[in-house]
């Protein structure tokens, strides 16, 4: 079982930075691979970003590739996702989520899943 809970969003300006935060409780943390998700009012939900288990593989959605970083530290049991040069169209609710499967988008496998949080860019 793996409980997560995300932070680090807020309003911020066209072309900002935010970097939010999911922290993880669960002693089996370090064995999920970690997904970055998001969703904007009527719009379905999207894949972001995503880290393999151990790290040093990510995998990212083409409209936030070379903007967004995902990170993450398994002693601090917390996922992190760095974004730059933020668009208005990048408002939404982000949640981060736990999966087995290495590296997917699909957001069908994954099992575990914030509450999410907010990020607002104004234009």
């Known amino acids: 079982q793996v409980q997560l809970v995300e932070s680090g969003g807020g309003l911020v300006q066209a072309g900002g930075s935010l970097r939010l935060s999911c922290a993880a409780s669960g002693r089996t943390f370090s064995s999920y691979h970690m997904g970055w998700f998001r969703q904007a009012p009527g719009k379905e939900r999207e894949f972001v970003a995503a880290?393999?288990?151990?790290?040093?593989?990510?995998y990212y959605a083409d409209s936030v590739k070379g903007r967004f970083t995902i990170s993450r530290d398994n002693a601090k049991h917390t996922v992190y996702l760095q974004m730059n040069s933020l668009k208005p169209e990048d408002t939404a609710v982000y949640y981060c989520?736990?999966?087995?499967?290495?590296?997917?988008?699909?957001?069908?496998?994954?099992?575990?899943w914030g509450q999410g949080t907010q990020v607002s860019v104004s234009s």
């Open positions: 880290i393999s288990w151990s790290g040093p593989s990510t």
């Open positions: 989520a736990a999966t087995k499967y290495y590296n997917t988008y699909d957001v069908r496998v994954y099992d575990y």
